[in-house]
């Protein structure tokens, strides 16, 4: 399955609206505004802590987003459930 950034979704979107007003001989502008999709909202999760350790006697569950350079940074300790001072995005 390939995945499409939103950029790419925005450019096939605003391609398809041109076309079709080409191709129906109106006005693209005209075109574009009728045929835009809805916004969507993306709501991202604030970053995750750096170690669970950072998180230790918390109750409530933790939600959190890792950029890619995150993912790929420190250290990860332990096997199936990883020691509380592995790196949680390099975990994830």
Do not use: H, N
């Given at each position: 399955?390939?995945?499409?950034?939103?950029?790419?979704?925005?450019?096939?979107a605003a391609?398809?609206?041109?076309?079709?007003?080409?191709?129906?001989?109106?006005?693209?502008?005209?075109?574009?505004?009728?045929?835009?999709?809805?916004?969507?909202?993306?709501?991202?999760?604030?970053?995750?802590?750096?170690?669970?350790?950072?998180?230790?006697?918390?109750?409530?569950?933790?939600?959190?987003?890792?950029t890619v350079e995150?993912?790929?940074?420190?250290?990860?300790?332990?096997?199936?459930?990883?020691?509380?001072?592995?790196?949680?995005?390099?975990?994830?």
């Open positions: 399955m390939k995945f499409r950034s939103i950029f790419q979704s925005i450019a096939i391609s398809a609206s041109l076309m079709a007003a080409c191709a129906g001989g109106g006005d693209a502008e005209e075109a574009a505004e009728e045929e835009a999709p809805e916004e969507e909202e993306v709501v991202l999760a604030e970053a995750c802590p750096d170690r669970v350790l950072d998180q230790r006697g918390a109750t409530e569950p933790l939600t959190c987003s890792c995150a993912a790929s940074e420190g250290s990860v300790w332990g096997a199936g459930p990883y020691t509380d001072d592995s790196r949680v995005c390099r975990a994830a």
